[in-house]
């Protein structure tokens, strides 16, 4: 009702939110390509943490302030949900994905996700394009109450890969919207890339690097422009 409300009003200015921004890549390519809106993150400033009551209040006054179609891009942290991090997670199908919560980074990365599956969920009644950037391997998608809003806004999942925008690893993604203008990021899987996000046991096991693993969380210029195209596709 508030972002009605500021709509019907003209209070209304943005034309995308980045939430969980983290290096603010889309926002800042999204400024360039001459559109309004805002990048949060907890990294930026204490007041923009979702887990206090006056940081998720921020989230969602932000929200409120959009236009009709506007993006709410939602990097959220996945990792968690991959499966690099199951046997501490403890994340199966058994469990919903919800893992064993009396771990810190589980319920952490439960808490999330709901905040994300309220904000998709608000961005989709208000007919904004609401859009979920995952690791390929996260299974944050199938975790209730997220996975119900996915089937409640009949979303759809688009696979594409980090390295096709010049990024050192591969690194295939997962985007979900309930809007086919994704269809806009979607890459075949680059070839000639050999840096690797893990390193395989001789065991069978595998672990994770974790110089790569942090450096790949951060999107690259191109995929940020790439976001920026898409979003120009959608004003037209």
């Known amino acids: 009702m508030m972002c009605l409300r500021n709509r019907g009003a003209g209070n209304a200015k943005h034309d995308f939110v980045e939430y969980s921004a983290g290096s603010g890549m889309v926002t800042l390519q999204n400024l360039i390509a001459g559109f309004n809106g805002v990048g949060l993150d907890k990294i930026y400033d204490r007041s923009q943490d979702n887990t206090t009551g006056p940081g998720l209040r921020l989230w969602i006054n932000e929200f409120s302030l959009t236009k009709l179609g506007a993006l709410a891009w939602f990097g959220t942290q996945c990792s968690s ?5 199951k046997s501490n997670s403890q994340r199966w199908a058994a469990n919903s994905f919800l893992g064993d919560e009396s771990k ?4 952490t990365g439960n808490t999330q996700m709901t905040i994300t599956a309220l904000l998709m969920l608000v961005s989709f009644l208000v007919g904004n394009v609401a859009v979920l950037e995952q690791s390929a391997g996260s299974t944050m998608p199938k975790t209730p109450p997220l996975n119900v809003v996915l089937k409640f806004a009949n979303a759809k999942r688009v ?10 690893t591969a690194k295939p993604l997962q985007i979900w919207s309930n809007n086919a203008i994704i269809e806009k990021l979607r890459r075949e899987k680059p070839v000639n890339i050999s840096g690797h996000l893990c390193s395989n046991g001789v065991d069978n096991s595998y672990s994770g690097i974790r110089r790569r693993l942090f450096g790949s969380r951060a999107y690259t210029a191109e995929f940020g422009r790439a976001v920026a195209d898409m979003m120009c596709a959608l004003s037209h």
């Open 104 to 107: 810190e980074l589980v319920k």
């Open 159 to 168: 696979v594409t890969w980090h390295g096709a925008f010049g990024a050192a």
């Open 81 to 85: 949900y991959t499966a690099l991090c």
